[in-house]
Nanobody, 115 residues
Framework: QVQVVESGGGLVQPGGSLRLSCLVS????????MGWYRQAPGKERELVAT???????NYADFVKGRFTISGDNAKNAVYLQMNSLKPEDTAVYYC?????????WGQGTQVTVSS
């Protein structure tokens, strides 16, 4: 059974940094693509960044230059380094894994940016 588990969220002041981690278990092979999405209260879930085969990355415009996605294929893990955080980055961040033709989601980790 595939499980997706995020960690690393928390409370940070504006301008601060956080690093999110996501580990996929229950799948012994490589993963086509992994990514991070977020959902703020009252808003739709939106794409933050994705990485395909551990190499090809894609970012939402609102995080370009501030966030960096990286992956570890051997561990089936993906990370999101978030710098220069803004209050509008406050949301629940979800990890997504695409395995063959199925998508798997984690339970989410809360990121709050506030002074």
């Amino acid at each position: 059974q595939v499980q997706v588990v995020e960690s690393g969220g928390g409370l940070v002041q504006p301008g601060g940094s956080l690093r999110l981690s996501c580990l996929v278990s229950g799948w012994p092979f490589g993963i086509n693509a992994m990514g991070w999405y977020r959902q703020a209260p009252g808003k739709e879930r939106e794409l933050v960044a994705t990485i395909a085969r551990g190499v090809s990355t894609n970012y939402a415009d609102f995080v370009k230059g501030r966030f960096t996605i990286s992956g570890d294929n051997a561990k089936n893990a993906v990370y999101l380094q978030m710098n220069s955080l803004k209050p509008e980055d406050t949301a629940v961040y979800y990890c997504n894994a695409v395995i063959i033709s199925s998508e798997y989601w984690g339970q989410g980790t809360q990121v709050t940016v506030s002074s």
